[in-house]
């Protein structure tokens, strides 16, 4: 079976610290969308992942690139959203260059 992958565009939250296990360790994010109704979601970072989270700034949009993992423990069904990538948004990222973008008809210049 073949894993899906999802991504949802937000705004950053928070990040825990890292909570070390015996045979892991995981990193949780949180992320608000910007819907007419808003979500507060939260994500897990495993292991090489965790670093991730390093550098982001509250309030910042991203896009979170993640699996949706699910498991039965005690007849009880749990979920996890194992996000595995964290990108700045694209929405962001267009208007972050239509910004610079130089108005006085000269040609962009080549980085």
């Known amino acids: 079976m ?3 992958v999802y991504s949802v565009v937000g ?4 990040a825990s610290e890292p909570k070390t296990f015996e045979k892991f360790a995981v990193r949780e994010i949180k ?4 819907e007419d109704y808003p979500q507060e979601l939260k994500f897990d ?3 090489d ?3 991730l989270a390093d550098g982001l700034v509250e309030g910042s949009e991203i896009e979170v690139f993640f699996s949706l993992k699910g498991r039965v423990y005690q007849d009880r069904v749990y979920h ?3 996000a595995f990538k964290i ?3 694209p929405v962001a990222s267009t208007a972050s260059t239509a910004s610079t973008a130089p108005t006085n008809g ?6």
């Open 80 to 82: 996890t959203l194992r």
């Open 31 to 34: 992320v608000k969308t910007n």
């Open 2 to 4: 073949k894993n899906n």
């Open 49 to 51: 992942n965790m670093g």
């Open 87 to 89: 990108a700045p948004s």
């Open 106 to 111: 000269d040609p962009e210049p080549i980085f």
């Open 45 to 47: 970072l495993f292991n």
């Open 11 to 14: 705004f950053f939250v928070e």
